[in-house]
T-cell receptor, first 115, second 113 residues
Framework: DTGVSQDPRHKITKRGQNVTFRCDPISEHNRLYWYRQTLGQGPEFLTYFQNEAQLEKSRLLSDRFSAERPKGSFSTLEIQRTEQGDSAMYLC?????????????FGEGSWLTVV | AQSVTQPDIHITVSEGASLELRCNYSYGATPYLFWYVQSPGQGLQLLLKYFSGDTLVQGIKGFEAEFKRSQSSFNLRKPSVHWSDAAEYFCAVGSGGSYIPTFGRGTSLIVHP
């Protein structure tokens, strides 16, 4: 069990540029979640996948944001035309389905700074 | 919609003292409740969770939490705090088939020597 892995850990980008984050979940987990966390706040849900299907999206996920999980394994979160308000930590998490009570495991997060 | 309130933004305790972090939730049915801890610049680690059964839940690192339906609360406790417990603590509530947790804004724990 290598845990949830996120890359890059830190990204500084200029406003208007596109950025992409990658998440590799725990290998046997079929659910994958993306959250966003700003300073002094708790994580806010963005979207989640079960296998390759994107089952739920938050209204926080504007049309500049797109998430994919093409083969039901790793996932990418792309932000187009970044704005300063996008500066945050983007957290990925994974879990398995099945019995109630499955633990959701979080990665270390990807910090985005938009300048 | 489900929501979580953590009324204390900061809590300061002395090392060795007991700790209680408050959490109140809002959800119509039986909630699934979690406490996570986050060290600076890091991801979240699950301390404990409640889904059903015994309302007193034991977690890692000596933490426990008690689910009180009548008070809509799920407070986190530790009898003796260590300096390494200084971190941000998040309470979360999940529900429905997706069990997607909704997080509170967190409580920052400061431990004095």
């Amino acid at each position: 069990d290598t845990g949830v892995s996120q890359d890059p850990r830190h990204k500084i980008t200029k406003r208007g540029q596109n950025v992409t984050f990658r998440c590799d979940p725990i290998s046997e987990h079929n659910r994958l979640y993306w959250y966003r966390q700003t300073l002094g706040q708790g994580p806010e849900f963005l979207t989640y996948f079960q296998n390759e299907a994107q089952l739920e999206k938050s209204r926080l996920l504007s049309d500049r944001f797109s998430a994919e999980r093409p083969k039901g394994s790793f996932s990418t979160l792309e932000i187009q035309r970044t704005e300063q308000g996008d500066s945050a930590m983007y957290l990925c998490a994974s879990s398995s389905t099945g019995a109630i009570g499955n633990t959701i495991y979080f990665g270390e997060g990807s910090w985005l700074t938009v300048v | 919609a489900q929501s979580v309130t953590q009324p204390d933004i900061h809590i300061t305790v002395s090392e060795g003292a007991s700790l209680e972090l408050r959490c109140n939730y809002s959800y119509g049915a039986t909630p699934y409740l979690f406490w996570y801890v986050q060290s600076p610049g890091q991801g979240l680690q699950l301390l404990l969770k409640y889904f059903s059964g015994d309302t007193l839940v034991q977690g890692i690192k000596g933490f426990e939490a008690e689910f009180k339906r009548s008070q809509s609360s799920f407070n986190l406790r530790k009898p003796s705090v260590h300096w390494s417990d200084a971190a941000e603590y998040f309470c979360a509530v999940g529900s429905g088939g997706s069990y997607i947790p909704t997080f509170g804004r967190g409580t920052s724990l400061i431990v004095h020597p």
